[in-house]
């Protein structure tokens, strides 16, 4: 039968792991958000219109095959994920 102090040490374990992954998460989000506010001017005046043509050109499924193709497994998701943070930031220029 498991005793009590056990029982607390996994609730604890699991509250350890459940603190580091909120941070982690935390992070990765600050990561991303520090990025797209250092490179706004980049992303506004290339990144987004170049996505924009390519869209228009051939769909989204074309759009992702060519930024694998050039290395940018990172930058599409990112637009993706912070869309919301990029717009905010074109119209607050």
């Known amino acids: 039968m498991t005793s ?3 029982i607390i040490q996994a ?3 699991t509250e350890n792991r459940i603190r ?4 982690q998460f935390i992070l990765h989000r600050q990561y991303w958000l520090d990025i797209i506010k250092n490179n706004q001017l980049l992303l506004i005046t290339v990144v987004l219109p170049v996505v924009f043509l390519l869209w228009r050109m051939g769909g989204m499924n074309r759009v992702l095959q060519w930024s694998r193709q050039l290395g940018g497994y990172l930058m599409l998701p990112a637009l993706a994920v912070f869309r919301k943070k990029i717009l905010n930031a074109i119209f607050s220029l």
């Open 20 to 23: 580091y992954h909120q941070k």
């Open 4 to 6: 009590r102090k056990e």
């Open 11 to 13: 609730i604890a374990e």
